[in-house]
Structure formats: C-alpha cells, structure tokens
C-alpha cells in the first residue's frame, strides 16, 4: 500500500495545500482541489500526471 502527497505550495515553496490519496488514485483528481481558490501565476506537473480539465500545465 502507498500513498500519494499532492502539493501546492507559494513562490517561496511554502506548503498552501496538501492532500493525501491512496497510491494507486490517479492524480488528475486531485487538480480541480488543489487550484481551487488560488491566485497562480504558474503552475507545474510531471506530464505523465497533469491534468488538462483542471487547468494544469505541463512543464518538463
């Protein structure tokens, strides 16, 4: 059994949000809930997991 740490953090890379799922959740789930309510000026996701219904873009 894993567990997976979903993370948005500021520009200073101070924690705003976390959310923990089990490990075999997928991740695009888990977007919509971490943006909700932010300001963002960027934001940055592994390619095999960003989620393009919930506003993530994909940065190498």
């Known amino acids: 059994m894993t567990?997976?740490?979903h993370?948005?953090?500021d520009g200073r890379d101070r924690p705003l949000r976390l959310i923990l799922t089990p490990g075999q959740r997928g991740d695009v789930t888990q977007a919509p809930a971490l943006l909700e309510g932010l300001m963002?000026?960027?934001v940055l996701a592994t390619p095999a997991?960003?989620?393009s219904n919930g506003g993530a873009s994909?940065?190498?």
């Open 40 to 42: 963002a000026k960027r």
């Open 7 to 9: 993370t948005a953090v």
């Open 49 to 51: 997991r960003s989620s």
């Open 3 to 5: 567990t997976k740490i």
């Open 58 to 60: 994909r940065h190498p």
